[in-house]
């Protein structure tokens, strides 16, 4: 398997940003670590190799940035406004700087996939609804979608655009929506130990996709999956073989 170890400096956040290639062709997916994850994580608990299969066929390659976790959301000696605020640097730098770099480096100019587990299950359902024209496809796993886990009932407008179960019930431009009504949406979840904020905030996500007429696959897993790396190896490549069948990895 090819791999690559890189950095890059971003402007947007004032420093060198580290991030990991695995693959040499294919739809590029960016994984969103877990709660104040590295660009090691993915490949340390074992996702790389639990979908190496894809990687080596040439139909995907992984980038798995650093985070800025703890100095954005999970940072709480910061007020709300400035954790929000460094959650907005960090977008920039993901799509402005990230993205086109993986553009130039693999010469793939289509829309990409976003991930993650956990903490990155939110961030990447919520980049994907954010950037439709940079994303087409989401696999979320285990995430919270709603920042007042974060801070309360707290709500400036950086926090507001920012928690999925909020903005997207009350979305009306035609343009995002036509984008996520032709793309492929994957939120899942267990219902094993540790999943109860999940569970409740995929079930709230649901909701609003159906409300919205957008078209989603909503995967509850069973009592025994729980929220552990042991059952994201599992969900993820069964994800991935889903839009391979259906010729979405293309």
Excluded at 110 to 119: D, E, L, V, W
């Amino acid at each position: 398997m090819h791999v690559e170890y890189s950095s890059q400096w971003s402007g947007h956040l004032n420093r060198e940003m580290r991030f990991n290639r695995y693959g040499h062709a294919g739809k590029p997916i960016i994984v969103f670590p877990s709660s104040g994850g590295s660009h090691n994580e993915y490949a340390d608990f074992g996702m790389i190799e639990a979908c190496q299969w894809f990687i080596d066929q040439g139909l995907v390659q992984f980038y798995t940035p650093d985070s800025v976790d703890n100095e954005s959301w999970l940072c709480e000696w910061k007020s709300p406004y400035d954790r929000a605020n460094m959650h907005e640097r960090y977008d920039r730098y993901i799509v402005d700087e990230l993205v086109p770099h993986i553009k130039y480096q693999t010469g793939y100019q289509g829309s990409m996939i976003a991930t993650g587990c956990s903490m990155g299950g939110y961030h990447s359902l919520n980049f994907y609804l954010r950037h439709p024209d940079v994303f087409d496809s989401v696999i979320a796993l285990s995430g919270l979608y709603d920042v007042r886990y974060f801070f309360g009932d707290y709500h400036d407008r950086n926090a507001y655009e920012n928690s999925p179960i909020d903005y997207l019930w009350n979305l009306n431009d035609g343009w995002f929506l036509d984008k996520y009504r032709s793309g492929n949406i994957i939120v899942a979840t267990g219902q094993g130990n540790w999943e109860e904020v999940s569970i409740r905030d995929t079930q709230k996500i649901e909701e609003a996709l159906h409300f919205k007429n957008i078209p989603a696959w909503i995967d509850f897993w069973g009592e025994n999956v729980h929220h552990d790396w042991e059952w994201w190896r599992v969900q993820m490549p069964y994800f991935l073989g889903k839009l391979n069948e259906q010729g979405k990895l293309n």
